[in-house]
């Protein structure tokens, strides 16, 4: 590496570094050694717990919201997890991402949708209720523009493939691939 690659390297980790130290006490809790390269979009982090080590790529979006009225986190991120670029994150009343996992650029991950029931209202108008929790297991890893709807667990060290649409549970050591998701493999 040459000495003005070496210089930009160590200015980005000092961003990212600074970054940090004044985003992380928004946060409920906020792991030693985690950071966030900015800018994240941040919606109510104090409903958000990081664990140690996780790294938050930017435009990453962490969207909360205490829909069980407790004041509880809703997002629970663990240690050594990587969340990448534009990846969309809704946690309205449970959603668990375990130790070390994977998260590709530009995922969706949700507790809750949006209602369409009533055809005369817009639909940015209706409810955006919980629907089932999501639970992400420790060391799988979810591929680039996958989709994890609510409800859904994905097991320990499984693999969500890129572009997948995940609607039902992946078992622990899976693949799971398509529109909608279907296993495809087993480690």
């Not at 609510?150 to 997948?164: F, I, S």
Request: charged share 20%; proline share 4%; net charge positive.
């Amino acid at each position: 590496m040459s000495e003005r690659e070496a210089f930009w390297q160590r200015l980005g980790s000092l961003k990212r570094l600074i970054y940090t130290i004044v985003m992380r006490g928004r946060f409920a809790h906020w792991g030693s050694r985690s950071r966030l390269e900015g800018p994240v979009v941040l919606d109510s982090p104090f409903l958000v717990s990081v664990g140690t080590g996780v790294f938050i790529r930017e435009h990453a979006w962490l969207n909360a919201k205490d829909d069980r009225g407790d004041g509880a986190p809703t997002l629970h991120i663990g240690d050594g997890t990587y969340i990448g670029r534009f990846a969309h994150i809704n946690a309205w009343r449970d959603v668990k991402i375990g130790k070390n996992v994977l998260i590709a650029d530009r995922v969706f991950i949700s507790d809750c949708e949006h209602q369409h029931a009533d055809k005369h209202v817009p639909v940015a108008h209706q409810a955006d209720p919980f629907i089932g929790a999501v639970h992400l297991h420790d060391g799988c890893w979810i591929g680039i523009g996958a989709v994890v709807l609510p409800g859904v667990t994905v097991g320990r060290n499984a693999v969500v493939a890129a572009n997948a649409v995940v609607t039902q549970d992946v078992p622990d050591h899976a693949v799971a691939a398509g529109v909608p998701a279907r296993i495809v493999r087993q480690l």
